[in-house]
């Protein structure tokens, strides 16, 4: 599962997502070196030749190679969605995982436009293939978001056969396929004026998609008349539970107590609302990680990431240079995901952790953008301390 946005503002871009994982699956923020061509690069089950890298910020699960979503120094970034489509991913031999085009993205592109073409390069010449749960053999194909501060696209995958459209002022994708014939790029074998919905299965229902598609869209697509959405708007949409940006994790529905044998969340008697932007499906999937990156015009990114559902959670800001070492600690993963679970056994204990939660993300935005303001890299690591510092304080506050 996953969700994945972008939208247009006055300066830029800004980039969201949620990643959707196994729910005691560990994900951590890294910062990645430039690397030289040369030589050959250990994707999860390929080795290919290495093209060199950029820096690159990006969010892993911590078993995985490839990454769920991140940015570059140039101001790409990039988030993938499982989707499931008329192909069988069981029958593909080994080859990149979705995880894998997201990195290989971030490493290589300059710009959007470049991301498209390296990453649906990398798709023809090495497919996709291999599972993308640990311990699982859960393979899927993957659709994914490019954002940086100019424009960007969506492309949606099957295989090794792709299509892709500008993301215009905005866009959002979730667990499905969403274009038709709305696409203007597409591997050869999508010929001109094809619905692209063909690929999508027919035996998987939408709805486990449409719901987030329309919490995640009404974000993206403002009323005539309102203000443009901020990244504080971004947060709050990644925190929707069915009901706006807070209301009650629903955990009374529990489709898949054998996930092997419930690779589809099951179809509810409420048409699979249950199945939200922060995500809690106990034994199946749970929003781990989320991040919000803003992406601006000649101007070096700034992001805001959480470990964990996003609910019962800290955004915490970072820099390209100046990440919070909470965020790359598993150890801190684990004592984020024991208020999650606080938070579905007690719906109604979500208020109190917001209320010791919420006074020290505020804090920490207040001390990003000071530290922002002053420019220099002395004022953004002292920040990067004093985050840690106040992270650890919160969760000591709530007991975990």
């Not at 959707?20 to 030589?39: C, F, I, K, N, Y």
């Not at 497919?127 to 960007?152: K, M, N, T, V, W």
């Not at 396929?177 to 027919?202: C, E, M, Q, Y």
């Amino acid at each position: 599962m996953c969700d994945t946005l972008c939208l247009r503002t006055n300066a830029g871009m800004v980039f969201g997502k949620n990643s959707d994982r196994p729910p005691a699956e560990m994900q951590v923020v890294l910062r990645h070196r430039s690397r030289q061509a040369g030589g050959t690069l250990d994707t999860q089950y390929l080795r290919i030749p290495d093209a060199g890298a950029g820096q690159v910020v990006a969010s892993h699960p911590a078993w995985l190679w490839g990454a769920e979503h991140g940015f570059n120094e140039h101001g790409v970034a990039i988030g993938n969605e499982k989707i499931w489509t008329i192909d069988d991913p069981r029958a593909e031999p080994a080859g990149l995982l979705g995880m894998d085009l997201v990195r290989l993205g971030l490493e290589r592109a300059r710009d959007a436009d470049d991301a498209l073409s390296i990453m649906t390069a990398a798709l023809a010449e090495h497919g996709q293939g291999g599972s993308g749960e640990h311990g699982r053999d859960e393979p899927y194909f993957s659709s994914f978001l490019i954002a940086d501060a100019r424009g960007g696209w969506v492309i949606e995958t099957s295989a090794r056969t792709w299509a892709a459209r500008p993301v215009g002022d905005g866009s959002s994708i979730s667990n499905r396929i969403t274009l038709r014939n709305n696409w203007t790029k597409a591997s050869p074998d999508v010929g001109p004026g094809s619905d692209f919905d063909r690929w999508r299965s027919p035996a998987v229902p939408t709805s486990i998609a449409d719901h987030r598609l329309a919490a995640t869209s009404s974000c993206v697509t403002r009323p005539p008349g309102a203000p443009q959405a901020t990244v504080a708007d971004v947060v709050a949409t990644l925190r929707d539970h069915g009901s706006g940006p807070w209301g009650a994790p629903r955990t009374d529905v529990d489709p898949a107590s054998d996930a092997a044998a419930h690779p589809v969340p099951a179809a509810s008697d409420d048409d699979n609302r249950h199945i939200t932007v922060c995500m809690h499906i106990r034994g199946y999937q749970a929003t781990t990680a989320s991040t919000v990156v803003d992406l601006r015009v000649d101007t070096a990114p700034r992001a805001w990431a959480c470990l964990g559902s996003p609910c019962s959670s800290i955004y915490v800001p970072l820099f390209g240079s100046a990440i919070p070492s909470v965020l790359g600690d598993p150890a801190q993963w684990q004592r984020f995901a024991r208020l999650r679970d606080q938070v579905e056994h007690d719906p109604d204990g979500l208020a109190q952790v917001r209320h010791t939660l919420a006074p020290a993300e505020l804090e920490l935005w207040a001390d990003a953008d000071a530290a922002h303001t002053a420019g220099t890299h002395q004022a953004t690591a002292a920040y990067a301390a004093r985050a840690n510092a106040r992270v650890d304080g919160a969760l000591a506050d709530l007991g975990v």
